[in-house]
């Protein structure tokens, strides 16, 4: 494949330069829409990382932190657990 002296972006610059196509535009476009249908319905079927609601009182997320590090006992886990009970009225 020859290569050409004068820069890609030189070339486009030039009056002579064809654009893009109507065809090649209407092609993308449908491969975005498709892809965006694909991605949007893959995210609709998976769950949420958490199974509580979006939102939870800050206890609560200390609370859940400190499980997915493998704390289940000691004097913060309790009263972090306990100000999660009470801003969940539990």
Do not use: F, I
């Amino acid at each position: 494949m020859a290569t050409s002296p004068v820069p890609l972006w030189a070339q486009e610059m030039s009056p002579y330069h064809r654009g893009p196509t109507g065809a090649g535009v209407l092609a993308l476009a449908v491969v975005a829409v498709l892809l965006g249908l694909v991605l949007s319905a893959t995210a609709a079927t998976e769950g949420s990382e958490k199974d509580g609601p979006r939102w939870q009182s800050p206890a609560c997320a200390e609370l859940q932190r400190l499980q997915r590090h493998g704390v289940s006992s000691g004097p913060s886990y309790r009263a972090v657990a306990r100000a999660c009970r009470e801003a969940t009225g539990g």
